[in-house]
Nanobody
Framework: QVQLVESGGGLVQAGGSLTLSCAAP????????MAWFRRPPGKEREFVAA????????KYRDAVKGRFAISRDNAKNTVDLQMNNLKPEDTGDYSCNADIDPHGDVARDYGYDYWGPGTEVTVST
C-alpha cells in the first residue's frame, strides 16, 4: 500500500501564493510518476499538474499554466506544487497521486493508482 500525505493547504486571498507538499512516508516514489488533482466544490475531480519520475517531463492543466509549478526531490521523497497568482476558481481539495508503474518517463494526466486524503485550498476574493 502506498500512503501519500499532503500538506500546505489553507486560506489565501486572490493573487496570493501557496506551496503544497506531498510525502510518502513508507514508499519510495522516486520511480513513480506523480500528479496533483483537485476537486472544486460541487464539481468532479480534475487534473492539475503531473511530473514524470525523473522530473524531466511535466504537464499542466491549461488554466494553471504559468501560475503553478510542480517539482520533486527524489532524495527527500517529496513532490511540491507551487501555486502563484491564485484565483477563486483554484479553490478545492487538492490530492497527491502516484503511478507506481509508469510506462515511460513522460508526465500524464491519467493512470494514477494511489492518492492521499487531500488538503483544502480556499482562495477568497
Amino acid at each position: 500500500q502506498v500512503q501519500l500525505v499532503e500538506s500546505g493547504g489553507g486560506l489565501v486571498q486572490a493573487g496570493g501564493s501557496l506551496t503544497l507538499s506531498c510525502a510518502a512516508p513508507r514508499y519510495n516514489i522516486s520511480r513513480s510518476n506523480m500528479a496533483w488533482f483537485r476537486r472544486p466544490p460541487g464539481k468532479e475531480r480534475e487534473f492539475v499538474a503531473a511530473i514524470s519520475w525523473s522530473g524531466y517531463s511535466t504537464k499542466y492543466r491549461d488554466a494553471v499554466k504559468g501560475r503553478f509549478a510542480i517539482s520533486r526531490d527524489n532524495a527527500k521523497n517529496t513532490v511540491d506544487l507551487q501555486m502563484n497568482n491564485l484565483k477563486p476558481e483554484d479553490t478545492g481539495d487538492y490530492s497527491c497521486n502516484a503511478d507506481i508503474d509508469p510506462h515511460g518517463d513522460v508526465a500524464r494526466d491519467y493512470g494514477y493508482d494511489y492518492w492521499g486524503p487531500g488538503t483544502e485550498v480556499t482562495v477568497s476574493t
